[in-house]
């Protein structure tokens, strides 16, 4: 009876989810306080029947249920537990599950925190949220049944899961990314009912700001940590391919890079609303669209679930609707907003907006390539692939532009700066950069690499910028520790942030421009010379796991003659599928990794062995912890929250009363 509960529950959760998109919507319009506070029982309840669901799933998957078709298309006796735990959301339908999951959660921690917020903006933004869980709990139900049974006839066994997803990574990537991807329909959710209610002043951006940032922080993460799983995963050594589905997760993190900016700008100065809800829409809009390409089959990826068009045509439908239904409301109230603020030409809002238009330049890009070869295909115009070079070429050097930018806007004040203030504040800054740039190129590595330089060039800036600004603030402090302690946590987390930023190019040019690699046969006893380090094959020795066998090579590394460490690269293959799989060999340290992986036998004892020095890669990911720790910092500011809940408390006093004057007047209770 556990499936049956859970899809029950299911059921119970999408009947509660079509309440929450009307009554609170229908109470914000008649002035009825009950329907609009409804709202927040209603998310609650759903959030605890989906909760209950997926508990249904997880117990099917613990107890080898494999009368339960997508547990026995996805696991197996074999499987340890902790992958069992991991495997509810390694197919298409589990990982579905988990996304609502998030998605309910997220509506629950709105509900929760609602009532600081003008009762008919709370229940307005609750009935959004309710009626993007409509589409996603049809979707379950009417295409994508998690708890679909096998009877009469269930199978003796399962099927085992992907061995790719069978990694520790796997517990934690998939429900980050969602957080992020998710979290970001809170920010759609403000925006809309902020359009619905006409309310276009720069309230609702107060509102959405900390709820956007939380979002683009998990999703930070987890594009991070899946970038680590797939260059420890995978085996070639790299950390970014270009992949269609990498790429559906990095075109959501860019145009929500840009709404954080202009959230910003929009409460502290009251500009750029129109451009702000856009940007709103628009995340959401490329947060679905990842979901789409993940889950209709139009792509052959190692991340993508699913192959079915029955469900790909749904969720296009569903996608067309929220873009559709999205921007015609902005369309019929975007003529509503006016500005009547300025600024000039030299300003931190100049550079915000020039921040915004790179992103969004850079995030069309990446659209364009990943989307380009669907449409040809489509067409029957032949197949293309657009790879690499490509998204190097276009998206490098706006990513360069980016920083430098970023170090321009930092020292501009709001509203109106002059050009001997940034040049004054400036030009030393230049210089030391393009000296530091210059003198690493010739220093650093055998050659000059031009692309290298200049990346270390604008991270000298970024990171002497940061110092700049800094010092500004606490100058005229009684001393330095005085006046660092006067700094607001928002603005750490900032500047923190963008450290993150400068750090993570270090790692993107270091591991791209100077990575050493080398394939090549080796026999026991063979050593072979890569950079400063000397990499010997012992032979390989036979593992016994759990539910595969493998061989594991045996690599002394030594360098001046002392051994710096073994690594044990493993060629796995799974017993069920009998899928052959390759786990590296990873020396870690700060500066550098060590990184071998071992091919196929080549006869009598040889082996196809990959070898690779990447220096600084750590850094890339250490970057994006970085930038993530930055954006919760800046939402724990106390100063922040404590503005923001005594703007919240006059609105909804103002708001009550509103209400309490309409109700008397209708005679209503």
Request: hydrophobic letters at 50%; a positive charge; charged letters at 15%.
């Amino acid at each position: 009876m556990n499936p049956e509960l859970g899809l029950f529950a299911l059921i119970l959760a999408t009947c509660l989810a079509l309440l929450q998109s009307v009554v609170p919507l229908v109470g914000s319009y008649t002035g009825r306080l009950r329907w609009m506070s409804a709202g927040r029982s209603l998310a609650t309840g759903q959030f605890i029947f989906t909760l209950l669901s997926f508990s249904c799933l997880v117990y099917a998957f613990l107890t080898d249920d494999f009368s339960v078709k997508y547990v026995a298309s996805n696991s197996n006796s074999l499987l340890p537990s902790i992958y069992k735990f991991t495997a509810t959301w390694g197919g298409h339908e589990g990982s579905l599950l988990l996304w609502i999951l998030t998605l309910t959660g997220w509506g629950q921690v709105v509900a929760l925190r609602s009532d600081k917020l003008p009762p008919e903006l709370g229940a307005r933004v609750l009935s959004v949220l309710g009626m993007v869980s409509v589409g996603f709990l049809l979707f379950i139900l009417v295409t994508s049944n998690p708890f679909e049974r096998l009877l009469p006839f269930p199978v003796q066994d399962g099927n085992d899961l992907n061995p790719l997803l069978q990694d520790l990574g796997m517990i934690i990537h998939p429900p980050m990314l969602y957080m992020g991807y998710v979290g970001f329909a809170v920010a759609f959710a403000f925006a809309i009912a902020a359009l619905m209610g006409g309310q276009l002043d720069s309230a609702w951006s107060r509102w959405a700001r900390p709820w956007t940032t939380v979002a683009w922080c998990f999703l930070t993460a987890g594009i991070a940590l899946g970038s680590w799983w797939a260059y420890y995963e995978l085996g070639w050594g790299g950390w970014w391919f270009w992949d269609p589905v990498e790429n559906a997760s990095l075109m959501p993190w860019l145009s929500g890079t840009a709404l954080i900016h202009s959230l910003a700008v929009t409460e502290k100065r009251g500009l750029f609303k129109s451009w702000t809800l856009l940007l709103a829409i628009a995340t959401f809009s490329l947060s679905l669209f990842g979901t789409f390409l993940v889950r209709s089959g139009v792509l052959t990826s190692v991340h993508a679930f699913a192959s079915d068009p029955e469900r790909g045509l749904f969720i296009l439908a569903y996608l067309v609707l929220v873009v559709g239904a999205s921007l015609t409301l902005f369309a019929f109230k975007a003529p509503e907003i006016r500005s009547k603020i300025t600024f000039s030409l030299l300003s931190r809002e100049t550079l915000i907006l020039v921040n915004n238009v790179l992103l969004v330049t850079s995030c069309a890009t990446v659209l364009l390539g990943t989307m380009f070869p669907l449409l040809v295909d489509a067409l029957d115009l032949g197949m293309i692939s657009v790879g690499p070079p490509y998204f190097n070429t276009l998206f490098v050097p706006m990513a360069m532009m980016l920083a430098f930018a970023l170090g321009i806007g930092m020292m501009l004040n709001w509203k109106k700066g002059t050009v001997s203030w940034l040049v004054q504040q400036l030009r030393w800054i230049f210089l030391a950069s393009v000296i530091g740039g210059v003198a690493f190129g010739f220093m650093y590595g055998d050659k000059f690499v031009i692309s290298e330089a200049l990346a270390i060039g604008l991270v000298i800036w970024v990171v002497l910028a940061i110092l700049k600004d800094m010092y500004n603030k606490t100058r005229n402090a009684s001393n330095l520790f005085a006046g660092l302690k006067k700094l607001k946590p928002s603005y750490y987390g900032m500047q923190l942030a963008h450290f993150g930023i400068a750090v993570t190019f270090v790692g993107a040019a270091m591991s791209t421009g100077y990575s050493l690699q080398k394939d090549i046969r080796m026999n026991p006893g063979d050593t072979v010379e890569l950079g400063e380090y000397a990499f010997r094959f012992d032979g390989v020795k036979e593992i016994q796991g759990a539910n595969y066998m493998a061989n594991a090579g045996i690599i002394s590394i030594f360098k001046d003659q002392k051994k710096v460490t073994v690594l044990y690269p493993e060629k796995r293959v799974y017993k069920v599928k009998g899928m052959p799989m390759t786990e590296a060999g990873i020396d870690g340290g700060f500066t550098r990794d060590l990184y071998v992986a071992l091919g196929e036998p080549l006869g009598e004892g040889s082996w196809a062995v990959r070898l690779h020095i990447k220096p600084f890669v750590r850094f890339l990911w250490l970057g994006a912890m970085f930038m993530a720790l930055g954006g919760l910092l800046a939402v724990s500011d106390k100063r922040y929250r404590v503005r923001l809940k005594k703007k919240a408390g006059i609105r909804s006093k103002t708001a009550k009363g509103k209400i309490a004057g309409k109700a008397v007047a209708g005679g209503r209770a």
